[in-house]
């Protein structure tokens, strides 16, 4: 299968004694659900950043679509890439109609304008995110929540080849967070879109995903047979063969308790004063 993206050998650092990835190299198919977990520090937010073109590797090469990221000018990436960040500064006086239309404007036509098609690509959206019922409400004036599903709506709206998420279910309750989940899988199986998600919820990874990126906590030099590891601290592959209670308890220093509900592996943590659960299979 061909990869949408492929990174090689990249390295980032804020400043230059710093290193906050070292050596990071992996692709992700096209049409793929890849998602990035690990603990806070890690660097999970930067590589989104350089997955976006936001930030610059300091070492080593990002492709797009098998073109270098840096070739591309910002309206063509866009035509690639949608972005949500976890924290948004909502945009002063636009209602969430006119935010996810934004999303648009690169396919306006000479006129300026949004035309039909474009009308009918975000009421699709809004619909799909559950925004509907407050369309024509100031962005400002929605919960945190709220907004989230609203710049979810946008990243739909801008039919991006690839779809780059950072904590996607950050603020939203049971629902919502499987509402989403549910809508990025099925972007992903109708539409053939690429996804990459930043996330903490590690279950829902087990559950949706197809690939996942374990990021931090790995001594140096640390692999298993048949996992793509660095010399540094990461680990990347198929859902199942990364995700053990033994590689979630290495990477964030936590105990799991590990069970199945039909096909799917489940992670529970537990902490100094966990319920016992003595009897419990644990596989």
């Known amino acids: 299968m061909n990869s949408i993206i492929e990174v090689k050998d990249v390295s980032f650092g804020y400043t230059r004694q710093s290193t906050i990835l070292s050596n990071i190299s992996f692709d992700v198919p096209v049409g793929s659900f890849l998602a990035v977990a690990g603990p806070n520090g890690a660097g999970k937010s930067t590589l989104l950043n350089l997955?976006?073109?936001?930030l610059t590797p300091k070492s080593g090469t990002i492709r797009i679509d098998a073109a270098p990221i840096e070739s591309y000018s910002t309206k063509s990436l866009a035509s690639k890439i949608a972005v949500v960040r976890q924290e948004f500064v909502p945009?002063?006086?636009?209602?969430?109609?006119e935010t996810v239309m934004m999303a648009r404007t690169r396919h306006y036509g000479q006129v300026g304008f949004e035309s039909k098609a474009d009308r009918k690509i975000v009421n699709e959206a809004i619909e799909a995110t559950d925004t509907a019922q407050f369309a024509a409400r100031p962005l400002g004036s929605l919960s945190g929540g709220e907004r989230q599903r609203v710049f979810i709506a946008r990243a739909l709206a801008q039919a991006s080849d690839i779809l780059l998420l950072d904590e996607p279910t950050s603020f939203l309750d049971l629902r919502h967070q499987v509402d989403i989940y549910d809508l990025l899988k099925a972007a992903q199986s109708e539409k053939n879109k690429t996804v990459v998600a930043v996330t903490h919820d590690i279950n829902l990874a087990a559950q949706y995903c197809d690939h996942i990126m374990l990021l931090?906590?790995?001594p140096a030099g640390a692999g298993a047979p048949g996992r793509h590891q660095s010399e540094g601290n990461y680990c990347v592959g198929r859902t199942r063969d990364v995700f053990s209670p033994e590689q979630i308890e290495e990477v964030f220093g936590v105990k799991v308790f590990s069970g199945e509900v039909g096909r799917?592996?489940?992670f529970l943590p537990l902490g100094r004063f966990?319920?016992?659960?003595r009897g419990i299979s644990r596989t």
Do not use: Q, T
Not at 51 to 54: A, H, I, N, Y
Not at 91 to 97: D, E, M, Q
Not at 274 to 277: G, P, S, W
């Open 216 to 218: 931090g906590g790995y």
């Open 264 to 266: 799917e592996r489940f």
């Open 51 to 54: 997955l976006s073109g936001s």
């Open 91 to 97: 945009v002063f006086g636009f209602s969430v109609i």
């Open 274 to 277: 966990a319920k016992d659960y």
